[in-house]
């Protein structure tokens, strides 16, 4: 079979060699709609609202036990890390994951 020149209309081409077509985007009268929405007057508020959401949900902390001394442990106020009860080990919490090893424990009263 023969490759077809380049100029050949696409209409005479056969069906198997033919591109397929682009979707085109709806015109307005001033010319090409660049959004689809109308912006919002004021904007949406955050899925997670840090000052609303806990780092650690309550779940977890009823699951969470200190390594040392196997007691509960409570959020610190700050919400920077988790306070055992007993020996007052705070073990951080980083990028809303605690960190529950012993080393990276400080001691506080």
Known sequence: ???????????TLPKTLRLPSRPR????????ITHFHEPR???RPA???????MAISKDLL???V???C????????????????ECHRVYPIRDDI?????DEAKIEE
């Open 1 to 11: 079979m023969q490759s077809p020149a380049a100029g050949t209309p696409a209409e």
């Open 25 to 32: 985007l709806p015109q307005s009268a001033a010319g090409p």
């Open 41 to 43: 007057a004021t904007p």
């Open 47 to 53: 899925l997670l609202d840090y000052s609303f959401a």
């Open 62 to 64: 009823e699951i969470l």
């Open 66 to 68: 200190c390594p040392v």
């Open 70 to 85: 196997k007691a509960a442990l409570d959020m610190k106020p700050d919400q920077s890390g988790l306070k055992c009860v």
């Open 98 to 102: 605690p960190v529950m090893l012993v």
